[in-house]
């Protein structure tokens, strides 16, 4: 058990949909990291929010957004959803938001768009 | 652009010999290196690193080795285990910049008892 979880665990739903998933990171990580794995892919990083704030943003498109609350959970918002947006989404947390300390990720929301 | 590579979608190995796990880069920029575990089902764990200031990383049965001139890294398990068929991950960051992780693809292995 890494200490991240993340609901929901599996979501189906149609085209044109909007979804929010969501994810609370260990106690006491400031960092939120996301990360899309397609089928046969490596794991694309989206965005990462520390204490609240952006900090590095990759791949996300414009029809995804995120954030980070006080509580320091973190939400990422799919919109307009297309059958390729079908994936695991992960969710990770570190300590201090350093790229080079290790992360820790939780089992993931697999999204289904039919 | 795929900055990290991992070449051998899976690998098989029988139980107790060397598995040999490869990862190519080619930002010049990264200099720190890791390896990922996952287990169906489960997210990523980490499994060990290595910063760029050295060429060799040993945590018990897993060795991490860097060949900077040639961008290349690869995972070292001996002897394998049955519990050691996973998925396994490479990625990089740069320390400096944009400090994200980068993953490569995965490598599936397969230990045969």
């Known amino acids: 058990d890494s200490g991240v979880t993340q609901t929901p665990k599996h979501l189906i739903t149609a085209t044109g949909q909007r979804v929010t998933l969501r994810c609370s990171p260990r106690?006491?990580?400031?960092?939120v990291y996301w990360y899309q794995q397609s089928l046969d892919q490596g794991l694309q990083f989206l965005i990462q929010y520390y204490n609240g704030e952006e900090r590095a943003k990759g791949n996300i498109l414009e029809r995804f957004s995120a954030q980070q609350f006080p509580d320091l959970h973190s939400e990422l918002n799919l919109s307009s959803l297309e059958l390729g947006d079908s994936a695991l989404y992960f969710c990770?947390?570190?300590?201090?938001?350093?790229?080079?300390?290790?992360?820790?990720f939780g089992e993931g929301s697999r999204l289904t768009v039919l | 652009d795929q900055q990290v590579k991992q070449n051998s979608p899976s690998l098989s190995v029988q139980e107790g010999r060397i598995s040999i796990l490869n990862c190519d880069y080619t930002?010049?920029?990264?200099?720190?290196f890791l390896w990922y575990k996952k287990y169906p089902a489960e997210g990523p764990t980490f499994l060990i690193s290595i910063s760029s200031i050295k060429d060799k990383n040993e945590d018990g049965r897993f060795t991490v080795f860097l060949n900077k001139s040639a961008k290349h890294l690869s995972l070292h398990i001996v002897p394998s285990q049955p519990g050691d068929s996973a998925v396994y991950f490479c990625a990089a960051s740069a320390s400096f910049g944009n400090e994200k992780l980068t993953f490569g693809t995965g490598t599936r292995l397969t230990i045969i008892p």
């Open positions: 106690s006491g990580d400031l960092s």
């Open positions: 990770a947390s570190s300590a201090d938001g350093r790229a080079y300390g290790e992360l820790f």
């Open positions: 930002n010049s920029m990264f200099d720190y």
